[in-house]
């Protein structure tokens, strides 16, 4: 049977979004039950379904640049071109998807010398065929 995620741990889970460094204490006053119940359940969320807990920065904020790439891939290189751009340090995420490109990534750079780099870097990857880049000025909203 697959693991399941009920309400209390969704409720657990919206408290630490809004605040990482929540006491287990606190959470628990919150949703009216014990502190043990909060690490056990979170606990859980971390073994068995992968909840990570990060620092989140806006890039912006510490000067540096922000971008989205969209990546066309000839067929057959897919995968050569996934492993040469997640060994890329300033590349933080990337996914495979369907449309118009056939990857997505994000990266940060330290600044536009480096952020154009970075581009000839990833154009010069055998099998790339088209990327479109969009520079993040401000993030609006982030959930």
Do not use: W
Not at 44 to 62: A, H, I, Q, S, T
Not at 66 to 81: K, T
Not at 85 to 93: D, Q
């Amino acid at each position: 049977m697959l693991p399941r995620i009920d309400e209390m741990d969704l409720r657990i889970l919206d408290l630490l979004q809004a605040d990482g460094r929540m006491p287990f204490v606190k959470i628990a006053e919150q949703l009216g039950v014990s502190d043990t119940t909060v690490r056990t359940r979170v606990d859980r969320l971390v073994r068995r379904f992968g909840v990570k807990f990060v620092v989140d920065v806006d890039p912006n904020d510490l000067g540096l640049v922000y971008v989205y790439l969209a990546v066309g891939v000839q067929g057959p290189a897919l995968a050569r071109v996934v492993e040469r751009m997640t060994a890329l340090p300033s590349v933080i995420f990337l996914a495979r998807t369907v449309g118009t490109h056939d990857l997505m990534a994000e990266a940060i750079c330290r600044d536009h010398e480096d952020l154009m780099r970075q581009l000839d870097e990833i154009r010069a990857i055998p099998g790339v065929v088209r990327m479109d880049t969009l520079t993040v000025l401000r993030v609006e909203k982030e959930d």
